[in-house]
């Protein structure tokens, strides 16, 4: 198995699937399916928190990455050396759990699906929150950038330093440093209430349009490349994911960013629901 199959990138919160093996995860077990609805940790890019739920009828009390080497040594989660997806290792969701389940048994899998929706209305809030910043601030660059899928100079990923998915939220960390601006981007004056206020216009907009989202999957292997899709009035949105998501904007309800300003550092804090 190269690959654990995942289901969650269509929305699923339940399957059933055998245990092909189990790896040590300190004084817990860590079990591996071979195909699963749980989204795990990203160790590469830990923006969307672990799914919670149960395997075999037990609490699933952590969900990380696990990667095997060519030499068939595991590691988990932060341990792993190398990039998510790197040639020559098999990858894994890893389902850890207090109490041991055998390998070989046939076991159910379900998703704390309240929890699911959270987070994922949590990280589609993020991606349109991200496109609105990018539209508001495109009037500061100097020399050309890429753009994003709307045409937008790309400042989120630009800047980027940190970005955290949370119930209904998302905290977005971005760094207007010395190399942005070698870029051609200025941080001149910049008012991060105006900034706020174009952004919410924005995502008010785009909530009330009740867009399509989508995430376009090539294959169902845990590192397959996947990509978001919003069909907004702007235009149509994409930006590479591994996360999970809404099935339309409307069901955000109210989505608003605060920004503030500090040293080098602008932060965005986004909230939908309501």
């Not at 987070?119 to 508001?136: D, P």
């Not at 989505?255 to 040293?263: F, H, I, R, T």
């Amino acid at each position: 198995m190269n690959s654990t199959l995942v289901t969650f990138p269509s929305g699923r919160t339940r399957g059933r699937s055998t245990i092909v093996e189990a790896v040590p995860s300190g004084e817990r077990h860590g079990l591996v399916v071979s195909e699963t609805p749980f989204h795990p940790l990203d160790h590469t890019w830990p923006d969307q928190p672990a799914d919670r739920g149960t395997i075999g009828g037990l609490p699933v009390v952590d969900c990380v990455t696990g990667a095997r080497s060519a030499t068939g040594e595991i590691f988990l989660g932060a341990d792993i050396p190398v990039r998510r997806g790197a040639e020559g290792w098999d990858w894994l969701v890893v389902h850890v759990t207090e109490t041991p389940l055998p390998t070989g048994a046939e076991v159910d899998l379900e998703v704390d699906a309240d929890l699911r929706a959270a987070l994922s209305a949590g990280h589609t809030a993020c991606h349109l929150a991200a496109l609105a910043l990018n539209a508001a601030l495109a009037g500061r660059w100097r020399k050309e950038t890429r753009p994003d899928s709307l045409g937008s100079p790309d400042f989120d990923q630009a800047a980027i330093t940190s970005s955290r998915i949370a119930p209904n939220g998302s905290v977005d960390v971005y760094r207007l440093g010395k190399s942005l601006r070698k870029k051609g981007f200025s941080a001149d004056d910049l008012d991060p209430e105006k900034i706020a206020r174009e952004v919410n216009d924005r995502l008010a907009a785009w909530v009330a349009a009740d867009a399509p989202v989508r995430v376009e999957v090539p294959d169902a292997g845990l590192t397959a490349r996947r990509t978001w899709h919003c069909s907004l009035p702007h235009g149509e949105a994409s930006i590479p994911c591994g996360g999970t998501h809404v099935s339309r904007t409307g069901e955000l309800g109210a989505v608003e960013v605060a920004l503030s300003l500090d040293d080098a550092t602008l932060t965005m804090r986004t909230g939908c629901g309501g």
